[in-house]
């Protein structure tokens, strides 16, 4: 890169970004290996993102583990043995430690540092950050690598911060153990956090009270040991594996069916969503007929198969109805993956509430007063999601030219190209932001590293310090955004997914939230932009 265009000091580095989990490192070695200067600002005391924060018990990967980690590196595939087919939280966070390791990452990250702000300076055509220890660091490029689901909500409820009790949040989970022996505990929330630890509280807890504002459609995650046989396959076909992720088009290894589910007979759609619901991972929600998430009829058929799978786990027919969802259907939500989580509500020690019936009316220093009583606890864990995609950016004060901001920009909603960039936001680039491709994240992950390391690449070749997306780009890609939700049956429903929280104000009206289109065509198109030599960007 250049020195400052108008001759004042050059900045601190020529990349800075925020966020050292998966995003980040591999961020970080792309950038080096530009001959970047860069350095990494990191909340916690480690690296890991994901994997640090969430220690909940239970918590784990719900894709399989060999095609969850990096594919960059051949040497590092061979080294790292996976010794789960879904491998848990411990694995996963010293995996992210030994590609710092092994790639020597953290002699460039400042670990315990938060950004308060970060502003635009046109004049210099450089980022200055403001971190939380009172330094101000500057960089010609500001790259974010935050994560979709990194900043933790917590219920509304009155009385929160008043439980004299243990408390906390599945995602600020302790690092010190937790014991439930002998103790009265509360899990609030039952989405994939809240099921990965209900079924795991419930094995040692004295008396574990469930309460439930939406019950989700669950299946099994069928997990096991890898044996010595499968190690030794799955690392002779790490390309193949890659490969096929790469083609399908959520990214995963699940492929799915090319048939209608109104096609075939009932007896040939029984048989099939019987083979799907015994294999492990994801194949009963993205390797299913083609038509389950787009057609009312063949999404109701599945959702029916589900609902009688749980009323055949759950003894009492009150409560399985209760975990039955009755406003969306299977797969229009997020899928949460399970380990005999509906066979805990048939143990003594567990109660489930539908807060449907009898919401939270408040929390007390010795528990929830819930329907007129009040229930005492040892603990109370709050499993209640994510300020999903525009969270941590919203908890930045991000200024761009003139002084605009971020938030407000997006208060009706995000808008960006890609989810890389954002009009009037010059060199801020986004490492999996809004309106990007999800999926397998770390497929999705590793493809927006590269394509941000191409540009910077690009520019660093050309001897340009300036890019920015002009509003038409932005535009263009957010109508792709819109064509591409047309008759998914998801977008009609209420979740993190379609941007409403009731969690957060103001996050109660249904919108845009991401791009719902197949991994495929978004690369598709993303590598258009870069084989024509970002002619959509603007350059300076």
């Not at 929160?160 to 600020?172: K, L, R, W």
């Not at 929390?363 to 007129?372: F, K, L």
Request: net charge neutral.
């Amino acid at each position: 890169m250049q020195a400052d265009p108008i001759g004042g000091a050059a900045p601190d580095f020529d990349v800075l970004i925020i966020g050292a989990g998966l995003s980040g490192l591999y961020q970080l070695y792309r950038v080096r290996e530009l001959g970047l200067s860069a350095h990494v600002i990191e909340a916690g005391s480690d690296v890991g993102g994901t994997w640090y924060w969430n220690r909940y018990p239970g918590a784990r990967f719900d894709s399989e583990s060999w095609t969850y980690g990096f594919s960059f590196s051949p040497e590092l595939l061979q080294e790292w043995n996976w010794t789960e087919h879904f491998s848990p939280q411990p694995e996963n966070l010293r995996y992210c430690r030994f590609v710092a390791d092994k790639f020597d990452l953290r002699r460039d990250i400042a670990f315990g540092r938060r950004v308060t702000r970060a502003d635009w300076d046109e004049a210099s055509r450089s980022w200055r950050l403001s971190i939380d220890d009172g330094r101000t660091l500057t960089a010609r490029f500001l790259i974010t690598a935050m994560g979709a689901l990194s900043v933790p909500t917590l219920p509304r409820i009155a009385g929160i911060d008043s439980f004299a009790g243990q408390s906390c949040h599945t995602a600020n989970w302790p690092h010190e153990p937790v014991s439930f022996e002998g103790k009265r505990v509360a899990v609030i929330g039952t989405g994939a956090t809240g099921v990965q630890t209900i079924q795991e509280v419930a094995k040692t807890a004295a008396h574990l009270t469930v309460f439930q504002r939406t019950p989700n459609w669950c299946a099994p995650l069928h997990n096991a040991l890898i044996t010595d046989a499968e190690q030794r396959d799955i690392k002779s076909r790490y390309a193949e594996i890659y490969q096929q992720c790469r083609e399908n088009v959520s990214g995963f290894i699940h492929q799915p069916d090319p048939r209608s589910a109104l096609e075939v007979s009932a007896q040939e759609r029984e048989a099939f969503w019987e083979k799907r619901y015994g294999e492990p991972g994801f194949g009963i929600w993205v390797g299913n007929f083609r038509d389950i998430l787009t057609d009312r009829s063949a999404n109701a058929l599945i959702s029916d198969f589900i609902a009688r799978k749980i009323r055949s786990r759950v003894k009492d027919p009150v409560t399985a109805e209760k975990l039955i969802p009755k406003n969306h259907g299977f797969g229009t939500r997020r899928l949460p993956l399970e380990t005999r989580y509906y066979e805990v509500y048939n143990q003594p020690n567990v109660e489930l509430v539908d807060l449907t019936e009898t919401p939270i009316e408040s929390i007390t220093p010795a528990g929830i007063r819930c329907g007129g009583r009040e229930q005492a606890f040892d603990m109370i864990i709050f499993a209640t999601g994510f300020d999903a995609l525009t969270g941590a950016y919203d908890a930045m004060d991000i200024r761009g030219t003139g002084g605009r901001s971020l938030k407000d920009q997006w208060a009706q909603g995000a808008r960006t190209f890609y989810g890389i960039l954002n009009d009037g936001f010059p060199n801020l680039l986004m490492v999996m932001g809004p309106m990007g491709s999800l999926g397998n994240i770390p497929r999705a992950i590793e493809y927006n590293v590269e394509w941000v390391s191409g540009l910077l690449r690009h520019m660093r070749d050309h001897q340009r310090d300036r890019v920015e997306v002009p509003r038409a780009g932005v535009d263009a890609w957010m109508e792709v955004v819109r064509k591409a939700s047309v008759g998914l049956l998801s977008n009609e429903v209420n979740s993190w997914m379609t941007g409403v929280n009731s969690n957060v104000a103001g996050r109660t009206t249904r919108v845009l939230a991401r791009y719902s289109g197949t991994g495929p065509e978004y690369r598709s198109r993303a590598d258009a932009v870069a084989a024509g030599g970002y002619a959509d960007l603007a350059f300076d």
